[in-house]
């Protein structure tokens, strides 16, 4: 059973899904938007939305929080100085998912994940 746990293993060990959300974060934030199968963009997601709303605040110890998790100088400086600014005022639902298509190898869902 999986009462009460809160994040999807997506197959993988704890290190490979660290890397996994980190690559596709570093991605999300250089092209605006990817496709990939539905749970890892729901798990990017919540991800994802936790760095952005560190990147906000003008904090420069918040600002080195999101580089120890995305450990990518030129992203974490977009996010920063570019992403951020545009959420001030909004609180969450910095990300869209929308699904598109299951994919013809393995008939898994996917879908693409952008920044609203």
Not at 36 to 61: G, I
Request: charged share 30%; no cysteine; proline share 3%.
């Amino acid at each position: 059973m999986r009462h009460k746990h809160g994040y999807r293993k997506l197959g993988r060990t704890s290190s490979h899904r660290k890397a996994l959300l980190k690559n596709l974060s570093i991605a999300l934030i250089t092209s605006g938007k990817i496709e990939t199968t539905l749970p890892k963009a729901k798990e990017l997601q919540s991800y994802f939305e936790k760095l952005l709303t560190k990147a906000r605040t003008n904090d420069s110890m918040a600002h080195r929080l999101v580089f120890s998790h995305l450990q990518h100088k030129e992203s974490v400086k977009k996010l920063v100085k570019e992403i951020a600014p545009k959420y001030v005022g909004k609180n969450g639902g910095y990300t869209r998912i929308i699904k598109t298509r299951v994919r013809t190898g393995d008939a898994a869902p996917m879908a693409f994940i952008e920044l609203v």
